[in-house]
C-alpha cells in the first residue's frame, strides 16, 4: 500500500505543474502504479477513474478524493471497512483494495473495477422497475451485503440504489454480484454497554434526516441513536422501491417526505411488497436499537418468494437481458475478444 505517492509527468509538463494537480484533474497522469484514464463517475468531494496496472495491466477503478477538513479521513476509514471485511472472508459484495494513499492534496483508493448501479438500470426497465425474478434476487444480495457489513460492526447510512453496483461486464465472477459501496455515512453501531453518544450544537429545527431521505430509516429524522435496525429500514424502502413503489414516491418537498414517514405505522407497507414481508415488517417493528435483525428469518421469507414463482439463482437478470442500445449506454455490452482478455488475466 502506498503511504505517499509517485507521479510520472504528462509529456511538456514541469514539475511545479503537478504541484497544482487537483483530484479532478488526473486522467493522463501515472500515479503510485497506476495509469489513470477516463472518469467514470464523480460526487461532491471525489472523482472515479478507470485505471489500469504498469505491472500486470489490471483494470480497476481509481477514486480520488480531496484532502480538506471534513473529509479528511474518509478514504483511510473506507479502506479499513473493506479490509475488515476480506480478513472475516465475507467480501463477496465488496471491491478489493488494490492500493491506496494520500498524493499532493487529494487522497486515493484503487478498487475493483465495477459496472453500473442499480438506479441506472433501472432507468432502462420496463415502467422502471424490476421484475420479481430479478427483483427477489437483487434483495436477497443487498441482505447480504448488510448482514456482512454488520459483522464487522458497522452500519451503512446511506442505502439507495445508486450505491448498489454489479460487477464489471468482463469480470464473469463478479458481473451478476450486488455490490455495496460508499462508506462515507458508515459508522459503528452501539450495545448496551457502550451506546453511540449524538451531540448535538443546536436544537432540531426543520427537517433533518442521516442518508438519503427517500431510503433512511424514520429514526434518522429524529436524533436518536441509530443501529441495524435502521439498515434493514433501508432494505426495507429498496424493496418497495424496486418492487412497487414508496409511499412518498409521488410527494415533492422533504418536508412532505418526513411527515408521511413518521406518520406511517408498520401495517401501512404491507400494500406495497408480496404477502412474505408481513412476518418480516412484524420482526422490524419489536426490534430495538440494540437488537440484531433476524437475518435468517428474512433470506427464509424471500426464498418462500422465489419457491412461489419457481424462480432460480440460474435464471438471467434483467440487465442481461436488455435491448442492445441499453446496454451500450449503461456499457454492458460485451466484447468476446476482450471477455477472453479479461479472463485470462484474472486467472493469472
Known sequence: ??????????????????????????????????NIFEVIGKGGFGYVYRCSSMKDRRQAAFKAEKDNEFNS?????????????????????????????????FQFMVVTLLGPNLYEICCYLPEEKYELTTWVRVMYQILEAIQYLHKVG?????????????GNKYDIKRRNVVHLVDFGLASKYGDEKNPVTLKYKTEKTGIEYIGTITHCSPNAHLRTELGRRDDIWGWLFLSMDFYNEMPWTN????????????SLK?????????????????????????DEPKYNLYYNQLELIMKKFKVSW?????????????????????SKELLLDMTQENDT
Open 314 to 334: 440460474n435464471d438471467s437478470y434483467q440487465w442481461e437481458l436488455l435491448p442492445f442500445e441499453a446496454k451500450e449506454i449503461l456499457n454492458l455490452s460485451v
Open 1 to 34: 500500500m502506498s503511504l505517499n505517492c509517485l507521479i510520472n509527468l504528462k509529456t511538456n509538463e514541469s514539475y511545479d505543474d503537478s504541484t497544482n494537480l487537483t483530484f479532478d484533474k488526473l486522467t493522463g497522469y501515472k500515479i503510485s502504479d497506476w
Open 154 to 166: 458497522y452500519i451503512h447510512n446511506d442505502l439507495k440504489p445508486g450505491n448498489f453496483v454489479i
Open 73 to 105: 479521513a474518509d478514504v483511510l476509514f473506507e479502506c479499513k471497512i473493506l479490509q475488515l471485511l476480506e480478513k472475516e472472508g465475507i467480501s463477496k459484495h465488496f471491491t478489493h483494495v488494490f492500493d491506496f494513499g494520500q498524493c499532493l492534496n
Open 251 to 262: 410527494l415533492i418537498t422533504e418536508e412532505e417526505i418526513e411527515n408521511c414517514k413518521l
Open 266 to 290: 408498520i401495517e401501512n407497507y404491507c400494500q406495497y411488497l408480496p404477502i412474505e414481508y408481513n412476518i418480516i415488517l412484524e420482526n422490524l417493528k419489536t426490534l430495538g436499537v440494540y
